[in-house]
C-alpha cells in the first residue's frame, strides 16, 4: 500500500485485500510504500497501528520502505516477518479459492473507481471553493453568485456521482456489493455540506430559513412571473402548476444571472445573456400557447418545470414594494403571524387546483 496522510485510507486497504485472504490474514505481511512523505515517521508509524487496531486489527505485520531504503535491510526485515511464522499447512478447497479471489478482486476494482471518483470530488470541491473566493460581483448580486455556485456543486458532483455508478454497476449487481456508491452517495452530501458552510458565512441571508421571505417568493426564470410560496415543498414544480409538454420543456437553463463552464478544465464563472433565453422561452410558449389555455385558462404561469430552492431570489428592494414595508424584517414579522399571511395563505389553498388531466 502506499502511505498516505488519511490512516483509516490504509484500513480500508486492508480490509479489501482481506476479503481475498480471509483465515490467512495472520499469514499477511502488510508493505507501505512511500514512506519518504512522512515528516514525522515515528508519530506517524504508532498512529497507524493504533487506527489498525480500533478496527480491531492487532498482531499486524507492518514493514515500511522508500525508494531510498537499504534494499539489504529491506530484504532482511521481510525475511524475519515470514521465519517468524508459525509453520502451519495452509487448506482451501480450488472453489472456496475461486470465490474468495474473485470476489476480492472485484471489490480492488470497484475501490479504484472510488479511489478516482473521490480524488475529482475533492478537486472539484477545491474549484469551487476558489470560486467563491471571488470579489469583482456586485454587492447586490453576491447572494445570487453564491447561490449559484452552491446549486451547480451539487449539479456537478451529482453527474460525478452518475458518471462513478456506470463504472461500479456491473462489479455491484454481480457481488451484490454496494458499499462504495454508498459511500460516494455520503461523500457527495458532505462536501456540499463542506461548501455550504462556507459560503453560507458570505450570504446575507439562509438558503434554509424558511420564513425569511427571501426563501418564499421567487419569480420564473422563463415567462418573470412572480410566485409566493404559502405551503409545499422546495422541490421541483411548474410555473403556475401548468401541464406543459416534454417538448416544450427548456427546463435545465440556468436561472442565475451567473454560470460556470470548464476552460481547459478549470472551472470559470461567466454572466449569462438572458435576452437569448428569454427568445428561446417566447418561441416555446407561443408553440404551445393554446395547449396551456386549454388546460387552465384563468391560471398564470408558463408551465416550465422549476427547482424552487434553486431559484435565485427577488431583490431586497423589490420584496420591499411588494408587502409595502421598510425592512426585511417587516416582512418576516408580516409571514410569521400576522393576519394578512393567513389570509394569503387561505387564498392559495382555495386556489389550488386538483382537478386530474390525463
Given at each position: 500500500m502506499q502511505f498516505k496522510n488519511r490512516f483509516e485510507k490504509l484500513v480500508e486497504e486492508y480490509l479489501t485485500a482481506m476479503d481475498i485472504f480471509g483465515?490467512?490474514?495472520?499469514?499477511?505481511?502488510?508493505?507501505?510504500?512511500?514512506?519518504?512523505?512522512?515528516?514525522?515517521?515515528?508519530?506517524?508509524?504508532?498512529e497507524i497501528l493504533e487506527t489498525?487496531?480500533?478496527?480491531?486489527?492487532?498482531?499486524?505485520?507492518?514493514?515500511?520502505?522508500?525508494?531510498?531504503?537499504?534494499?539489504?535491510?529491506?530484504?532482511?526485515?521481510m525475511y524475519l516477518a515470514a521465519s517468524n511464522m508459525k509453520n502451519e499447512s495452509l487448506n482451501i478447497s480450488d472453489t472456496d479459492f475461486f470465490l474468495k479471489f474473485n470476489f476480492g478482486a472485484i471489490k480492488l476494482k470497484m475501490q479504484k473507481h472510488f479511489t478516482k471518483y473521490e480524488k475529482e470530488a475533492d478537486e472539484l470541491y477545491k474549484q469551487f471553493e476558489n470560486l467563491s473566493l471571488i470579489e469583482d460581483i456586485e454587492q447586490n448580486e453576491k447572494d445570487e453568485f453564491y447561490h449559484m455556485l452552491l446549486v451547480s456543486f451539487k449539479e456537478e458532483l451529482q453527474l460525478l456521482l452518475e458518471k462513478t455508478e456506470k463504472l461500479l454497476f456491473k462489479e455491484m449487481v454481480e457481488s451484490d456489493y454496494y458499499f462504495f456508491y454508498l459511500k460516494a452517495q455520503k461523500n457527495n452530501f458532505r462536501l456540499s455540506e463542506k461548501l455550504y458552510e462556507v459560503i453560507s458565512t458570505k450570504m446575507s441571508f439562509s438558503l434554509f430559513d424558511q420564513t425569511d421571505p427571501r426563501n418564499l417568493i421567487k419569480?420564473?426564470?422563463?415567462?418573470?412571473?412572480?410566485?409566493?410560496?404559502?405551503e409545499g415543498c422546495d422541490g421541483t414544480t411548474s410555473c403556475g402548476e401548468v401541464p406543459v409538454d416534454k417538448k416544450n420543456d427548456i427546463f435545465s437553463t440556468n436561472p442565475f444571472k451567473?454560470?460556470?463552464?470548464?476552460?481547459?478544465?478549470?472551472?470559470?464563472w461567466?454572466?449569462?445573456?438572458?435576452?437569448l433565453l428569454m427568445n428561446k422561452v417566447r418561441d416555446k410558449q407561443d408553440e404551445n400557447k393554446n395547449e396551456v389555455k386549454?388546460?387552465?385558462?384563468?391560471?398564470?404561469?408558463?408551465?416550465?418545470?422549476?427547482?424552487?430552492?434553486?431559484?435565485?431570489?427577488?431583490?431586497?428592494?423589490?420584496?420591499?414594494?411588494?408587502?409595502?414595508?421598510?425592512?426585511?424584517?417587516?416582512?418576516?414579522?408580516?409571514?410569521?403571524?400576522?393576519?394578512?399571511?393567513k389570509k394569503m395563505s387561505d387564498e392559495g389553498r382555495n386556489k389550488i387546483d386538483s382537478t386530474f388531466y390525463d
Open positions: 483465515v490467512f490474514e495472520h499469514k499477511v505481511v502488510v508493505m507501505i510504500s512511500h514512506w519518504d512523505n512522512t515528516k514525522a515517521p515515528e508519530k506517524d508509524f504508532k489498525f487496531g480500533e478496527n480491531d486489527i492487532t498482531n499486524i505485520n507492518l514493514i515500511c520502505y522508500s525508494e531510498n531504503s537499504d534494499t539489504s535491510i529491506l530484504s532482511n526485515r419569480k420564473c426564470p422563463f415567462c418573470q412571473e412572480i410566485w409566493f410560496k404559502v451567473y454560470s460556470i463552464k470548464r476552460t481547459d478544465g478549470v472551472l470559470k461567466f454572466r449569462q445573456d438572458f435576452s386549454k388546460a387552465k385558462p384563468e391560471k398564470k404561469g408558463c408551465g416550465q418545470r422549476i427547482v424552487w430552492k434553486n431559484l435565485p431570489k427577488l431583490p431586497d428592494q423589490l420584496i420591499l414594494e411588494l408587502f409595502k414595508v421598510n425592512s426585511m424584517e417587516d416582512v418576516k414579522n408580516i409571514i410569521k403571524g400576522k393576519e394578512e399571511f
